[in-house]
C-alpha cells in the first residue's frame, strides 16, 4: 500500500514537472524538455507546497526513475553507433581521436579554472565541464557525489552558450556553405527518425530493448559508472552492429521521437526533486567564472575545429558541429538546419559522450581520494604543530 502511495506521488511530480518542459519545448530547443522540467521540479523541491504530498524530510522522487531515464537514452545514443558511422570514423580517425583528447582535456582545464576561482568542490567543477551533454552529467553527479545543482547550471550554461554561438560563427565566417554533404545531412539517425509502426521494426526494438537492460543488469554487476546509462548504450551499440554486420545493412527500429523527451522528462524531474537552496550556495559567483570558462572552451574547441577542417578537408560547419561541447541532439539538428554532414556530427559527439561517461567518472574518483588524502595529510601536520 505504502509502495503504491509513493508511486502515486512520484508520477504527481513528474507529470507537474513535465508541464514546465513541455512549455520550454515549444521554443524549438532541443534539450527544452530537460532544462524545463528540471528548472521547474527543482522549485518545487525547494519549495514543497501542500497540494505536492512530499513529506518535509523527503529526498525527492525514486532513483528508479533516474534509471529509467538513462536507460532510454542509452538506448537512443546505442542506436546512433551503426556501421555508416564507423566508415567515417575509418576514414577521419587520427583527426577525431586527436580533437576527441582535445576536448576533455580543455574541459578538465576549464573544471580546473571553475574549482580554483570559485568556492565550488572538485568534484562538481570537474563533472560540471566535462562535455558529456546536460542529460548525461547531472546524473553522473548523483552517482560519484557531485553537487547536482552547480553540475546542471554549468552544463546548462555551456549548451545554451553552445546553441545560441556556434550557428552564427559558422555563418559569419563560412558565408559560402559546403553542400557537398546535403544528401547525408537529410537524416540524422534512421533509428532515431523513423516511426513506422511495422513488425519488423518492432521485433527490432523489442531485442534491443531487452539486450540494455541485460547489459544494465551486467554493468551495475560489475559496479560501472552510471551502469543504466553506460551498460543500456554499449549493450544496444553491439547488439545493433552485430545485427548490421551479420544481415549486411543496418537495421532499423521502431523508436518514436517521443521517447527522448520521456527520457529527458524523467532525468529532470528526478535530478530536481533531489535540489535544496543549500545546494546553490554562492552560486553568483560560480556562475560568473562558469561562464568565462565556458567561453573560454567554446572558442579553442571552434579554433580546433578551424585548423582540424583546413587539414584534413572536412567543411568547416561540419567540423565545428561536430566537435562542439553542445551536446549529440543540440549538435545533430544544428547540422540538418545548415547542411553538414550529420552523419559524422553525430559519430564524433556520440563517441565523445561514450569516453566521458566510461572513463571520466572512475577518474574524478581517483582525484577526488588523492586530494582527501592530501587534505587530511596537511591537516594532521598542522594538528601536531600545533
Not at 137 to 161: F, H, Y
Not at 186 to 211: C, H, M, N
Not at 318 to 341: C, R
Not at 346 to 363: E, N, T
Request: aromatic share 8%.
Amino acid at each position: 500500500m505504502k509502495k503504491d502511495e509513493n508511486l502515486l506521488k512520484d508520477l504527481w511530480f513528474i507529470a507537474i514537472s513535465a508541464a514546465g518542459g513541455f512549455i520550454l519545448s515549444l521554443t524549438g530547443i532541443s534539450i527544452g524538455w530537460m532544462i524545463g522540467t528540471l528548472i521547474v521540479a527543482c522549485c518545487l523541491a525547494m519549495i514543497r507546497p501542500a497540494w505536492l504530498m512530499m513529506a518535509p524530510d523527503q529526498k525527492g522522487i525514486n532513483r528508479r526513475w533516474l534509471a529509467l531515464g538513462q536507460m532510454i537514452l542509452g538506448i537512443e545514443l546505442g542506436q546512433k553507433l551503426n556501421l555508416s558511422v564507423l566508415s567515417v570514423l575509418k576514414d577521419h580517425w587520427f583527426s577525431v581521436g586527436v580533437m576527441l583528447i582535445l576536448s576533455i582535456l580543455l574541459a578538465m582545464l576549464s573544471g580546473y579554472v571553475l574549482w580554483r576561482f570559485s568556492k565550488t568542490d572538485m568534484m562538481t567543477s570537474f563533472v560540471g565541464t566535462a562535455p558529456g551533454g546536460l542529460s548525461a552529467m547531472p546524473s553522473i553527479a548523483q552517482e560519484v557525489g557531485a553537487n547536482t545543482a552547480i553540475v546542471s547550471l554549468v552544463q546548462m550554461m555551456r549548451v545554451l552558450l553552445v546553441v545560441l554561438s556556434i550557428p552564427f560563427l559558422v555563418i559569419l565566417i563560412y558565408t559560402k556553405q559546403d553542400r557537398t554533404a546535403s544528401a547525408a545531412a537529410e537524416t540524422i539517425s534512421s533509428a532515431t527518425a523513423t516511426a513506422d509502426f511495422r513488425f519488423a521494426p518492432v521485433l527490432w526494438t523489442v531485442i534491443l530493448i531487452l539486450a540494455a537492460w541485460g547489459a544494465c543488469k551486467a554493468a551495475k554487476f560489475l559496479k560501472f559508472p552510471a551502469p543504466w546509462l553506460l551498460g543500456s548504450m554499449l549493450g544496444v551499440a553491439i547488439v545493433h552492429v552485430g545485427g548490421a554486420a551479420v544481415t549486411g545493412h543496418d537495421m532499423t527500429a521502431w523508436w518514436p521521437s517521443q521517447a527522448n523527451h520521456v527520457s529527458q522528462v524523467f532525468l529532470g524531474a528526478t535530478i530536481g526533486s533531489k535540489m535544496y537552496k543549500s545546494m546553490f550556495a554562492g552560486v553568483t559567483h560560480i556562475i560568473i567564472v562558469g561562464f568565462v570558462s565556458s567561453v573560454g572552451l567554446i572558442a579553442a574547441m571552434f579554433l580546433s575545429a578551424v585548423i582540424v577542417s583546413e587539414l584534413t578537408g572536412i567543411s568547416l560547419i561540419t567540423s565545428v558541429l561536430a566537435f562542439a561541447p553542445g551536446g549529440i541532439a543540440e549538435m545533430a539538428t544544428t547540422s540538418v538546419t545548415l547542411h553538414a554532414d550529420s552523419t559524422f556530427v553525430v559519430a564524433v559527439q556520440v563517441i565523445r559522450v561514450i569516453l566521458v561517461i566510461a572513463l571520466l567518472p572512475p577518474f574524478y574518483r581517483l582525484l577526488h581520494h588523492l586530494h582527501g588524502e592530501k587534505k587530511d595529510k596537511k591537516s594532521s601536520i598542522s594538528g601536531s604543530n600545533a
